[in-house]
Structures are given as structure tokens and as C-alpha cells.
């Protein structure tokens, strides 16, 4: 397929989501719906990867790019940012320590324990 | 020279010619002087600002050009499936784990959010800025949109949070004797996204294949969590 084929896919897959989320009841914004349903689409081998890979690499090479606009609208926020710069990042900061520390001692726990029975199994075995 | 770049910025080639001068100038920069704080998308951001200011030139005539690149964040959403893909073998080997951990890194992330902002006194439109910021860009905006956030403090917050995972990220690794490849892949994708994601690759290749893969989930997950939680803490 050539790579404007991709884009297409990509795109039609895009509108669907976004389609699909207008419905009230679904919780998920319209390209989160569309991501889910490009992996349901690969993972029952509709679409296959070569079939969406470069134009897929694309979008995600240049992700960085595509929000700056959107950062840039912040200079119509000047005011809160400047009332509230600060305890912004008094939020951030120890959150997203939290966070890493969280989900981290979370799964070195969970592996632990599977470790453990799968040891215990072994015994088991011997 | 002035009246060349107003007329100029009236057209949407100026927006577009702007925001991709400007990453490319970041870019430059990141590679001479690689401080997370010096992150291009910042940088970028910060000179389009200047700029727009220094030559008087309004938002609405800049995103004429700019909506068109972040239009682009849409498909790059539905993009991110690919990677999730590629990566869906460790996630069967260890599905009950990664979804877990990371289920409860992302409940962590919006009750600390919730409990801190308002302890602080925030404006209830902020702190739902801020509750996705731990997952990628585009999703974290498209939720705070759905929840009643600032699309633009979200975008920007997502990035400080990922520095903020990026640089006290291995040392915490080190302190709480997290030692596992997996979680320390975990624990850096599911907290501070694309940008702990490429910390975690200097950690090792296993620490970068699940990180990635956390970005997709923990984003998908927020996305469900985040107005479930909201409408329970608000």
C-alpha cells in the first residue's frame, strides 16, 4: 500500500472513533475510541502493520511538534498562570513522584509474589 | 521589515512556517545543551511566544497556521495503537501485573492531584488540568477537555511532569530498591510518558520496551478513570 493509502486508513480509523464517541454513554474521547479500535483492527489481522507503519512512524516521530500550538494558547491564560504558576508545580512535582513510586513499588511487589509461587511450585515439582 | 512579517502573518503559511522554524531551533538547542528544562517543545513554545509578542501579532492569526499542525495530534493518537502492537507479547506475559501496577499508578496520580490542588486552594478548572497530566499529550488533552480542563495548561503540565519523572526518576528507582527492568519500566512510562520513556531506554532495553508500552495503556486508562474518579472527588 502506498503511504498516502496509510494516511487514509489511518484517517478513516480516526473519524470513526470520533464518530463512535459521540454517543454519550461511552466514556472514552473520540481518539482514544479510535487508538482502541486501530489495536482491535491489527490484533484480528484486518489491518496488518505494514500497512499503516510509515505513516504511523510519522505521526509518532513528530508527536512533540503537533502540541506546541496548543502550549502556545496558554499566553491566553496569562492570568491564572501568573496567579498560579507557582502551586502548579507545587501539584506536579511530588505527584508525579508519587506516581512513579506507586505504580513501581506496585509491580515489584506483584513480581515478587509470582516469583515466590512459581519457586513454591518448583518445590512442588521437585 | 515589521510590515513584511505582518502581512506575512495573516496568512496560515505563517503559523505552520513558525511552529516548525521554532522545534527545529529547539531541537538544535536540546542537542547542544541536553537539560531536561531545555526540553525543544518548550523552547519552541517559549520562542513562538517571544516572538508573537516581540512583532504584536495576534493568537488568532498564529493558529490559523497552528491549528493545521495540531490537528495532527488526532491520527497521532490512533497512531500510538501501532507501538501497543508491537509490544502486546510482554503484555500477555505479564498482563495481570502491568495492568495493575499501572492501574494503580494512574489512581495515585489523579487522588494526589485532587488532595494537593485543593489543599492548595486551586481553581477546580485547573486541577482537572492537570489530573491526566502523567499520560501523553494528546490523550491527557482530549481528557481534560471531557472533564472540564484547560487543554493548554494540561499540554503544558504534561511536559513539566514528564521532565519531572525523567530527572528524579532513577534515583527514586534506586531509593525505593526498585530493581526489576519491568518496573522500572513501569513506574517511568506510567508517571512521566514519552519523556520518562526515554530515560527508561538509558536504563536498558526491556526498561524501554515496557515503559513505551505504558504510555499507550496508562493513557487508555486515565481516559476511562479520570471522569469516573472526577464525578466520585468532586
Known amino acids: 500500500m502506498g503511504v498516502l493509502g496509510e494516511f487514509l486508513l489511518i484517517s478513516l480509523v480516526t473519524t470513526a472513533g470520533v464518530l463512535i464517541a459521540t454517543i454519550p454513554l461511552l466514556p472514552f474521547p473520540g481518539t482514544v475510541t479510535g487508538m482502541l479500535i486501530m489495536l482491535i483492527l491489527l490484533l484480528t489481522n484486518i489491518i496488518k502493520v505494514k500497512q499503516i507503519s510509515r505513516a504511523s512512524d510519522f505521526f509518532s516521530s513528530f508527536l512533540p511538534l503537533f502540541f506546541i500550538p496548543l502550549i502556545v494558547n496558554i499566553t491566553s491564560e496569562q492570568e491564572l498562570l501568573s496567579r498560579y504558576g507557582i502551586k502548579l508545580l507545587i501539584v506536579i512535582i511530588p505527584t508525579t513522584i508519587t506516581t512513579l513510586i506507586a505504580t513501581g513499588l506496585t509491580a515489584k511487589l506483584l513480581l515478587y509474589l509470582t516469583e515466590k509461587k512459581r519457586n513454591k511450585a518448583g518445590e512442588g515439582d521437585g | 521589515m515589521a510590515d513584511l512579517i505582518q502581512t506575512f502573518s495573516e496568512t496560515p503559511m505563517f503559523g505552520l512556517v513558525l511552529t516548525l522554524t521554532a522545534y527545529a531551533v529547539g531541537q538544535k538547542i536540546y542537542i547542544k545543551l541536553p537539560v531536561s528544562f531545555f526540553h525543544p517543545v518548550l523552547t519552541a513554545s517559549a520562542l513562538i511566544i517571544l ?87 494528546p490523550i491527557a488533552v482530549e481528557t481534560a477537555e471531557k472533564i472540564g480542563g484547560l487543554p493548554s495548561i494540561t499540554a503544558l503540565s504534561v511536559i513539566f511532569t514528564g521532565i519531572t519523572g525523567a530527572v528524579t526518576g532513577p534515583a527514586l528507582l534506586k531509593l525505593f530498591r526498585i530493581k526489576s527492568p519491568t518496573a522500572k519500566g513501569l513506574a517511568l512510562g506510567t508517571a512521566s510518558h514519552a519523556i520518562g520513556t526515554s530515560r527508561a531506554l538509558e536504563l536498558g532495553q526491556t526498561e524501554g520496551a515496557i515503559s513505551s508500552l505504558s504510555i499507550g495503556l496508562a493513557g487508555i486508562i486515565t481516559a476511562i478513570a479520570a471522569p469516573i474518579l472526577v464525578r466520585i472527588l468532586f
Open chain 2, 51 to 137: 516572538f508573537l509578542f516581540f512583532f504584536d501579532i495576534s493568537l488568532d492569526d498564529y493558529q490559523n497556521g497552528g491549528r493545521m499542525i495540531s490537528f495532527m495530534l488526532g491520527p497521532a493518537t490512533v497512531s500510538l495503537a501501532l507501538p501497543l502492537y508491537k509490544k502486546i507479547d510482554i503484555l500477555k506475559s505479564h498482563f495481570l501485573i502491568i495492568l495493575t501496577a499501572i492501574t494503580v499508578g494512574t489512581i495515585t496520580s489523579i487522588i494526589s492531584v485532587t488532595l494537593i490542588s485543593k489543599t492548595l486552594n486551586l481553581p477546580s478548572e485547573l486541577t482537572l488540568s492537570l489530573i491526566p497530566k502523567s499520560v501523553t499529550t
